[in-house]
């Protein structure tokens, strides 16, 4: 049995390293809009989640803008605290920053006063993932209990190309993914 600790620890390590070896100019032109194939599949109206990126991670606030344009309310997890399960708040203006303030997490979140949003279509965070939708994220299981109580539309990882694996420690709590979506590659839908 893979010991999934130590496979989250190599996999943060390599997507580090991938990261850090992308010029900044060509990263910052990565992840701007999601890819036609994709944005077909996503109905007018429908709102959309995105996570604040933390360092390492794909760029996922660039999607909440370019939906946002495109006219679709924007929810990004909230946390009470620590212990609390995740929720969704809109972002009222993902251009602005200043409406987010520290998550427990270290990363970015609503206000509490934030209108509780529930997602039609959700954007993951991941440490890896397989080609047919199976996803490995930080062990504390927010994202699969919530994609499990209540399925959107659609799931969708964000990933480098080093992300990739051809198997992964998959359990049955584990929530599959629809689509995942590479710089170079989108893969599904499953």
């Known amino acids: ?9 190599e996999l943060k390590h390599r997507r580090a390293e991938h990261v850090a070896a992308i010029p900044a100019g ?6 701007r809009r999601p890819p036609a ?5 996503i109905p007018d109206g429908a709102v959309i989640s995105v996570y604040h990126e933390m360092p390492g991670e794909v760029p996922a606030t660039n999607y909440a ?8 309310r924007i929810a ?3 946390f009470a605290d620590r212990a609390a399960s995740m929720d969704f708040r809109e972002w009222t203006n993902p251009f602005v920053e200043d409406l987010l303030v520290p998550d427990p997490f270290k990363a970015r979140q609503p206000a509490d006063d934030a209108p509780a949003l529930i997602p039609d279509v959700v954007f993951c965070p991941l440490l890896g993932f397989t080609g047919n939708g199976g996803r490995i994220g930080y062990g504390a299981g ?3 209990r919530w994609l ?3 399925p959107p539309r659609l799931a969708i990882g964000l990933a480098w190309d080093c992300q990739f694996e051809e198997d992964l420690p998959i359990e ?3 929530a599959p993914l629809d689509l995942i979506v590479t710089p170079t590659r989108l893969y599904g839908p499953f």
């Not at 060509?26 to 992840?31: C, N, T």
């Not at 194939?37 to 599949?41: A, D, G, K, Q, T």
């Open 65 to 72: 803008r370019w939906f946002f344009e495109a006219g679709h």
């Open 26 to 31: 060509q990263r910052a032109l990565l992840f």
């Open 1 to 9: 049995m893979i010991d999934k600790k130590l496979l989250r620890a």
């Open 76 to 78: 990004i997890p909230w």
């Open 142 to 144: 927010h994202y699969d």
């Open 148 to 150: 499990t109580a209540r």
């Open 37 to 41: 194939p994709l944005v077909e599949l």
């Open 172 to 174: 049955p709590h584990d």
